[in-house]
């Protein structure tokens, strides 16, 4: 009798898989690293679009800064004198009134102010450096719409202004300024800084649309900056200005922004929340008219 050969038992389709080895795990692992490197990311689009745009904005105008810090410690000089010479001087002679409060503390978010107005009121100047470079044309030819430029530009001005706003509160302090460090209202501080450079890089920008050139934008900078300063609640009470004065400072938002700071900084009756919302508008403002110039730049 011939023998029957075995026949294997069959193997289930429910069996588990035994482990893979241990290159083929490698080999896929490399060919999924492999397939990130030759397709690119998906695009974002829709309301990621105009987020991402505008910090990648504002990231590439503060690497600007960590290049040269010059312009950091240029501009905390003038600050220093005001708070040096001008605040010691009429803290002693009682000139101004200001109430219980020492005229040094009132007057150090005034210039804490007046320094983040001065850094960002000039920054239409870059801009048309960059025209004169090719840059801003090039800029514009990108995907990345016109508001979104403007925007990041005018937030790295804001974010500079704080950096220099820093800087004068610990002159302040070292003065004897009594200001608070509470953090939530330091975070405050922060904003209120912020809002108050945008708003003035974006009146520099929209003004360069106007006049095309950094001698005029220069001269006219020099010409509005005092004006706006002195009109300002910066260096004496509202209550104390002639009538038309007061109307003019109520018009003027570098006076919101002295009012925010000094109820932050020294607990002194403020309106934060008209503060915030005049300042926030402002720079929407001010957004809105240098994206609508900034072609006009370009040309």
Known sequence: ????????????????????????????????????????????????????????????????????????????????????????TFNRIHAIPTGSVPYLDFLAPGIIAQSAMFIAIFYGIQIIWERDAGVLTKLLVTPTPRFALVTGKAFAAGVKSVIQALV???????????????????????????????????????????????????????????????????????????????????????SYQVDALRGLLLGSPAHLGTDIAVLALAAVLGISAASALLGRLAK
């Not at 080999?27 to 829709?46: E, I, N, Y």
């Not at 240029?74 to 040096?84: D, G, K, M, N």
Request: net charge positive; glycine share 8%; aromatic share 6%.
């Open 168 to 254: 004068v509160i610990v002159f302040a302090a070292i003065l004897g300024v009594g200001m608070t460090w509470n953090p939530l209202k330091l975070l405050g501080v922060v904003l209120v800084v912020v809002l108050g450079g945008a708003f003035f890089s974006c009146l520099s920008v929209t003004i360069a649309g106007i006049v095309l050139t950094r001698d005029r934008l220069m001269g006219i900078g020099q010409a509005i900056t005092m004006p706006l300063f002195f009109s300002s609640s910066a260096l004496y009470p509202v209550s104390i200005m002639p009538g038309w004065l007061q109307a003019v400072s109520k018009a003027n938002p570098l």
């Open 1 to 88: 009798m011939s023998a029957v050969p075995a026949v294997p038992p069959p193997v289930s389709a429910e069996a588990p898989a035994g482990p893979a080895p241990a290159g083929a795990v490698a080999a896929a692992g490399s060919t999924a690293s492999l397939s990130l490197l030759l397709v690119p990311p998906r695009a974002r689009t829709g309301w990621q679009l105009v987020p991402a745009r505008v910090l990648a904005m504002c990231i590439v105008e503060l690497q600007k800064l960590r290049h040269d810090r010059t312009e950091l410690y240029t501009r905390a000089v003038q600050p220093a004198l005001w708070l040096l010479i001008f605040g010691e």
